[in-house]
Protein backbone atom coordinates (compact mmCIF):
# COMPACT_ATOMS: atom_id res chain seq x y z
CA UNK A 1 0.00 0.00 0.00
CA UNK A 2 0.86 3.73 -0.57
CA UNK A 3 0.79 6.58 1.30
CA UNK A 4 1.11 10.11 -0.31
CA UNK A 5 1.91 13.59 1.69
CA UNK A 6 1.40 16.59 0.32
CA UNK A 7 3.18 19.69 1.18
CA UNK A 8 3.70 23.42 -0.19
CA UNK A 9 0.38 24.65 0.09
CA UNK A 10 -0.45 28.45 1.62
CA UNK A 11 -1.68 31.67 0.83
CA UNK A 12 -0.81 33.82 -2.08
CA UNK A 13 -2.03 36.88 -3.50
CA UNK A 14 -3.02 36.82 -7.35
CA UNK A 15 -0.28 36.08 -9.78
CA UNK A 16 1.78 34.93 -7.18
CA UNK A 17 3.45 31.22 -7.34
CA UNK A 18 3.32 28.17 -5.49
CA UNK A 19 4.83 24.79 -5.76
CA UNK A 20 3.27 21.75 -4.47
CA UNK A 21 5.13 18.86 -3.62
CA UNK A 22 3.89 14.91 -3.11
CA UNK A 23 6.15 12.41 -1.13
CA UNK A 24 5.07 8.57 -1.52
CA UNK A 25 6.03 6.20 0.72
CA UNK A 26 5.06 2.36 0.58
CA UNK A 27 5.07 0.46 -2.27
CA UNK A 28 4.79 2.60 -5.47
CA UNK A 29 5.48 -0.05 -8.01
CA UNK A 30 2.85 -0.55 -10.03
CA UNK A 31 1.04 2.65 -10.29
CA UNK A 32 0.92 4.31 -13.73
CA UNK A 33 -0.09 7.23 -13.21
CA UNK A 34 0.06 9.97 -10.57
CA UNK A 35 -2.01 13.27 -10.31
CA UNK A 36 -2.91 15.82 -8.64
CA UNK A 37 -6.34 17.32 -7.79
CA UNK A 38 -8.58 19.79 -6.43
CA UNK A 39 -11.67 20.51 -4.26
CA UNK A 40 -13.03 24.06 -3.97
CA UNK A 41 -15.42 25.00 -1.46
CA UNK A 42 -19.20 23.57 -2.18
CA UNK A 43 -17.45 21.87 -5.64
CA UNK A 44 -16.74 18.34 -6.73
CA UNK A 45 -13.09 17.31 -6.86
CA UNK A 46 -11.52 18.03 -10.01
CA UNK A 47 -8.81 17.07 -12.16
CA UNK A 48 -5.80 19.57 -12.29
CA UNK A 49 -2.71 17.63 -13.48
CA UNK A 50 -1.28 13.85 -14.36
CA UNK A 51 1.72 12.23 -15.43
CA UNK A 52 2.49 8.78 -16.37
CA UNK A 53 5.49 7.09 -14.19
CA UNK A 54 7.71 7.22 -17.31
CA UNK A 55 7.23 11.03 -16.55
CA UNK A 56 7.37 11.63 -20.58
CA UNK A 57 3.57 11.58 -20.92
CA UNK A 58 1.59 14.52 -18.73
CA UNK A 59 -1.96 15.81 -19.27
CA UNK A 60 -3.81 18.68 -17.78
CA UNK A 61 -6.95 20.59 -17.55
CA UNK A 62 -7.98 23.13 -19.50
CA UNK A 63 -8.23 25.36 -16.97
CA UNK A 64 -4.58 25.22 -15.29
CA UNK A 65 -2.86 24.72 -19.09
CA UNK A 66 0.19 27.21 -19.53
CA UNK A 67 0.30 27.93 -15.72
CA UNK A 68 0.82 24.86 -13.78
CA UNK A 69 3.85 22.24 -14.31
CA UNK A 70 3.75 18.31 -13.46
CA UNK A 71 6.52 16.82 -12.88
CA UNK A 72 8.46 13.80 -10.93
CA UNK A 73 12.17 13.97 -9.54
CA UNK A 74 12.32 10.43 -8.39
CA UNK A 75 10.08 7.27 -8.00
CA UNK A 76 8.80 9.19 -4.94
CA UNK A 77 8.59 12.77 -5.29
CA UNK A 78 5.85 14.61 -7.74
CA UNK A 79 5.74 18.43 -7.90
CA UNK A 80 2.89 20.60 -8.87
CA UNK A 81 4.55 24.54 -10.05
CA UNK A 82 1.33 26.89 -10.12
CA UNK A 83 2.56 30.16 -11.60
CA UNK A 84 0.20 33.02 -12.45
CA UNK A 85 -2.72 31.75 -9.46
CA UNK A 86 -5.88 33.21 -9.70
CA UNK A 87 -8.67 33.87 -7.33
CA UNK A 88 -10.60 30.51 -8.56
CA UNK A 89 -7.30 28.22 -7.98
CA UNK A 90 -8.38 28.32 -4.35
CA UNK A 91 -9.24 24.77 -2.87
CA UNK A 92 -7.66 21.69 -1.23
CA UNK A 93 -5.43 20.16 -3.62
CA UNK A 94 -4.78 16.17 -3.29
CA UNK A 95 -1.87 13.99 -4.59
CA UNK A 96 -3.60 10.38 -6.26
CA UNK A 97 -1.94 7.67 -7.27
CA UNK A 98 -3.30 4.78 -9.60
CA UNK A 99 -3.08 2.59 -12.59
CA UNK A 100 -6.81 1.88 -14.21
CA UNK A 101 -8.29 4.59 -11.33
CA UNK A 102 -6.84 6.61 -8.49
CA UNK A 103 -6.97 4.73 -5.73
CA UNK A 104 -4.45 5.78 -3.18
CA UNK A 105 -4.79 9.47 -1.96
CA UNK A 106 -3.14 11.76 0.14
CA UNK A 107 -5.02 14.12 3.00
CA UNK A 108 -4.73 17.46 0.79
CA UNK A 109 -3.50 20.58 0.95
CA UNK A 110 -5.16 24.23 1.17
CA UNK A 111 -3.96 26.42 -1.40
CA UNK A 112 -5.64 30.04 -0.74
CA UNK A 113 -5.34 33.07 -3.58
CA UNK A 114 -5.80 36.12 -2.71
CA UNK A 115 -7.13 38.93 -4.87
Known amino acids: QVQLVESGGGLVQAGGSLRLSCAASGHTFGYRFMGWFRQAPGKEREFVAS???????TRYADSVKGRFTISRVNAKTVYLQMNSLKPEDTAVYYCAAGTMSYDAWGQGTQVTVSS
Open 51 to 57: IEWSAVN
